[in-house]
Nanobody
Framework: QVQVVESGGGLVQAGGSRRLSCIAS????????MKWYRQAPGKEREWVGG???????DVGDSVKGRFFISRDNAKNTAYLQMNNLKPEDTAVYYC????????????WGQGTQVTVSS
C-alpha cells in the first residue's frame, strides 16, 4: 500500500505563485508516474500534468507556460510549481501515483485546496 500526501495549498492572489508537493510513502513499494489533477467546484477532474520515470514531464494546455512539474526520485516526491496564478486555477489539487508493479493500480492523495483571489 502506498500513501500519498499533498501539501502546499492555500490562498494566493492572482499573479502570485505557489508550489505544491506530493510525497509517496509506504513499505516495499515501487512507483512510476506521478501526476497532478485538479477539480474545481462543479467541474470534472482535470489532468494538470505529470512526471514520468524516464525523466520527462508534461503539463496540460490550460497551464502550459505557467505550471511546471519536477520530481525527486530519491524522496519519492513530485512538485507542482504554479506561477502567474489566475482565479480559474482555484481548485482542489490531487496527486496520483502509479504502481510500477501493477499498471492497473494507482493511489490518490486527499487533495490540497488552492484558492486564487482576484
Amino acid at each position: 500500500q502506498v500513501q500519498v500526501v499533498e501539501s502546499g495549498g492555500g490562498l494566493v492572489q492572482a499573479g502570485g505563485s505557489r508550489r505544491l508537493s506530493c510525497i509517496a510513502s509506504g513499505d516495499n513499494f515501487c512507483i512510476s508516474a506521478m501526476k497532478w489533477y485538479r477539480q474545481a467546484p462543479g467541474k470534472e477532474r482535470e489532468w494538470v500534468g505529470g512526471a514520468f520515470t524516464d525523466g520527462n514531464t508534461d503539463v496540460g494546455d490550460s497551464v502550459k507556460g505557467r505550471f511546471f512539474i519536477s520530481r525527486d526520485n530519491a524522496k519519492n516526491t513530485a512538485y507542482l510549481q504554479m506561477n502567474n496564478l489566475k482565479p480559474e486555477d482555484t481548485a482542489v489539487y490531487y496527486c496520483n501515483v502509479e504502481d510500477c508493479w501493477n499498471r492497473e493500480r494507482d493511489y490518490w492523495g486527499q487533495g490540497t485546496q488552492v484558492t486564487v483571489s482576484s
